[in-house]
């Protein structure tokens, strides 16, 4: 059985979905440290010109080592109205907009209070219109004790996993030799990112790569799958 893991992201990237695709399970990291100015509140959207980024506002003064289980949303600020917004402005003649904008405006339309709960919640929806369901699980549910290498570890033994799926940045920080020990193969994901029709690419502005993958989902609608999985590198490696 593949495991992969990582930190619950907002409107994350297609490659998040392409190494969950590749698994037969997925587990958030919703214990370890929450590092602003990263994916973990924030990711790009294609618009006129180039892109720009949606960012969650969330309340960190005081709170610089908190986990991502802890993180709160500052909804003192117009947050949510402003992403539907921008939304609405630069998809919303994108031919699929209308299949998938509802769900977003439901949950603009209402208060969410942490983090995490709101990244988790959208991840899901589109596992589910990626038609990628696979059984997701929380570490704080699985209940690591050890770091690094060895949380990752940890988390495979619990889920009886024996193939552990990582980003390519993982070849910069995991103790390979580790996984030998424990008896687990380590996999490394291989994903070169596809072009897809993207609303505003022309002769003017060439194709924005690396944006939310509801940039995708909006412009491509249920081929979105199947673009992920023809992006050259859809195997796993050995």
């Not at 993982?170 to 390979?176: H, I, P, V």
Request: net charge positive; charged share 25%; with cysteine.
């Amino acid at each position: 059985m593949i495991v992969s893991v990582h930190q619950p992201q907002y409107l994350p990237w297609i490659g998040y979905f392409d190494k969950i695709d590749k698994s037969d399970c997925f587990v958030f990291l919703d214990t370890v440290q929450y590092k602003p100015r990263e994916f973990q509140n924030r990711n790009k959207i294609c618009v006129k010109g180039g892109w720009l980024w949606l960012t969650v506002p969330v309340n960190v003064k005081g709170h610089y080592k908190q986990s991502i289980l802890d993180v709160e949303i500052d909804n003192e600020k117009a947050w949510n109205a402003k992403h539907k917004k921008n939304l609405i402005s630069w998809y919303g003649n994108t031919q699929f907009f209308n299949t998938y904008f509802p769900f977003f405006e439901e949950v603009y339309n209402k208060k969410c209070n942490k983090l995490v709960d709101l990244n988790v919640m959208i991840i899901k929806y589109l596992l589910e219109k990626l038609k990628t369901d696979r059984p997701v699980y929380f570490e704080s549910e699985i209940g690591t004790t050890k770091m690094g290498t060895d949380r990752i570890i940890e988390i495979c033994q619990k889920l009886r996993a024996n193939t552990y799926l990582s980003g390519i940045g993982g070849k910069d920080y995991l103790e390979e030799e580790k996984f030998l020990k424990a008896g687990i193969t380590l996999k490394y994901q291989e994903f070169n990112h596809p072009n897809y029709r993207q609303h505003y690419e022309s002769q003017t502005q060439s194709f924005q790569p690396y944006m939310s993958v509801i940039d995708l989902l909006f412009n491509e609608g249920t081929r979105s799958i199947d673009i992920i999985r023809e992006a050259q590198g859809r195997g796993i490696p050995g």
